[in-house]
């Protein structure tokens, strides 16, 4: 289990440390298609040991770019979204999402203070976005679920507004952290 809470804390932190395999292939796919540095990451929060998997690997002392770190969940379980805004964790009672793997009502223990200090931005979605979104990705051969189109969600979400100040040497990384699966689309 990647949530932790005081006492318990060993086991997620291995979690974390193995979602890093995930973040070194994405830097040797940057790499082998010669693309200039990464400058934005979008990831989606459960939990957040995820996130804060990604926090750690783009805001380390290792980092050779400065790399701003979007975070998205589902607008009926703003979990980090809430906290953030309290400055403390802060549990939430959810509602329904098809983002299944998004619906939690608490951030970790251990994610909370490397989030805390790391998020950049801190974005929600609705069902009816993500839900377009999934058709337009499964229109475009690229077979994920909710969870893994809500971060397309998200930076249409923040493109729109103006938040992310993009430009020609911008390099946007999209985590899809979840497969096809079934789900009741959202009316």
Not at 19 to 26: D, K, P, V
Not at 32 to 42: E, F, R, Y
């Amino acid at each position: 289990m990647d949530v932790s809470w005081p006492g318990y804390e060993e086991i997620p932190q291995w979690v974390v440390q193995g979602y890093t395999t995930m973040l070194s292939e994405t830097d040797a796919q940057i790499q082998d298609l010669a693309l200039p540095p990464v400058t934005h990451v979008i990831a989606s929060v459960g939990v957040g040991s995820w996130a804060q998997a990604v926090v750690q690997h783009y805001k380390s002392s290792f980092a050779t770019t400065a790399v701003k770190v979007v975070t998205v969940e589902p607008d009926t379980a703003a979990s980090l979204k809430t906290s953030l805004e309290a400055g403390e964790i802060t549990p939430i009672s959810t509602g329904h999402t098809i983002m299944d793997g998004m619906n939690c009502g608490t951030v970790s223990y251990t994610a909370w203070p490397v989030l805390k200090d790391g998020v950049d931005t801190s974005v929600v979605v609705s069902d009816i976005e993500v839900h377009r979104d999934l058709l337009y990705l499964h229109e475009q051969d690229v077979r994920n679920g909710p969870c893994g189109a809500a971060t397309l969600s998200a930076l249409k979400k923040l493109v729109k507004e103006g938040v992310l100040e993009l430009g020609p040497e911008s390099v946007v990384v999209l985590f899809s952290t979840e497969g096809i699966r079934e789900y009741v689309a959202p009316e």
